[in-house]
């Protein structure tokens, strides 16, 4: 009776792991058709600015879509590196600890990369 109850316990935690990653993926597809469309946006933007706008106000709004790109990316990061940390913390995870060290490394990396 143990290796039946050990069976279903698997194959609930295969389940729910299965149900989060298909959530995952739904999550991943979203990002990428915002991604997309954040890319066209910026391309209509940018066409109108340089048809429209002076060499100033084109610097300026260069200056700010660049900012605001990259305080979006490393609260992403960030985020993410806390939530996979939360993660790694439980019991008997070890190899995804390092894992997840690796992708905090990472983040910082990338962090510093942008603020020069």
Known sequence: MSKD??????DNMWDEYMELLRK????FQA?????????AKYNEVATKAMNE???KTLKEFY?????TMNEAGLNAFKEFGQNWQKITNQPGIDQMKTYGE????????????WKK
């Open 5 to 10: 109850i050990k069976a279903k316990n698997w």
């Open 24 to 27: 995952w993926t739904q999550g």
């Open 31 to 39: 990002l990428q058709k915002v991604s997309a469309e954040v890319q």
């Open 53 to 55: 706008s002076s060499e």
């Open 63 to 67: 200056e700010n879509w660049q900012k």
């Open 102 to 113: 690796l992708m905090n490394a990472f983040a910082e990396t990338w962090q510093k990369m």
